[in-house]
């Protein structure tokens, strides 16, 4: 139990560290919080910042998110047989993104620590998940919807894989989590409000 306590805590530690803040504190001294979206991810970077530092922050977002995971797939010894202590990191995670400690509780919306994640349960779902994410996302200039339909086929993916029940139960509600994140995103895309990627 201490063990498990121990790790959901440093996982939540590591999704709270907000890659988007910092960088744009630190080049543009700037609170990415008030600009755009309001959110700290790599979208809205690339409002202030441009393409390449969104690549940037998404890769660095992707890496916090699937660290604590990739940690606990190694050192942890209780829970194996069924995978809880990555699965209960993996939501300190991109609970941690989204409600970081460090900015009172705000953050960003999961997207690329969430896919960091599931690289580390399964690397080749993962893989998959960022590729339907590219390709969405390329074809309809949409971030968000990008982002709603690779998480919404990873507990499908999961299952496939026969992975285990918590992997799949994990990206199903991490699924749901990040598509309520995503609620006012929704909203502009049924309007036909939501901005584009150029």
């Given amino acids: 139990m201490e063990q498990l306590i121990i790790s959901i805590i440093i996982a939540y530690l590591i999704g709270s560290i907000p890659t988007g803040y910092i960088v744009v504190k630190l080049f ?15 979208t809205n970077v690339k409002r202030v910042m441009g393409k390449k530092w969104f690549f940037i922050v998404l890769l660095l977002d992707a890496f916090k998110g699937a660290l604590p995971v990739v940690l606990a797939k190694i050192f942890a010894t209780t829970f194996v047989s069924i995978g809880l202590i990555p699965v209960l990191c993996a939501i300190a995670v991109i609970l941690g993104h989204s409600k970081s400690v460090f900015l009172k509780f705000s953050g960003g919306k999961s997207v690329a620590s969430g896919v960091g994640t599931i690289l580390a ?10 590729l339907i994410w590219s390709i969405v996302t390329y074809l309809s200039k949409y971030v968000s919807l990008g982002s709603i339909v690779a998480l919404s086929v990873s507990p499908i993916l999961m299952y496939l894989c026969n992975e285990p029940v918590s992997y799949i139960i ?3 509600l991490g699924a749901i ?19 584009k990627v150029r």
Avoid: F, M, P
């Fill in 177 to 195: 989590y990040i598509i309520y994140l995503h609620k006012a995103n929704i909203q502009r895309l049924l309007k036909g409000e939501e901005s």
């Fill in 121 to 130: 349960l399964n690397w080749q779902v993962g893989l998959v998940i960022a």
């Fill in 28 to 42: 543009t001294n700037q609170d990415i919080r008030t600009i755009g979206s309001g959110s700290t991810g790599a």
């Fill in 170 to 172: 994990y990206c199903a």
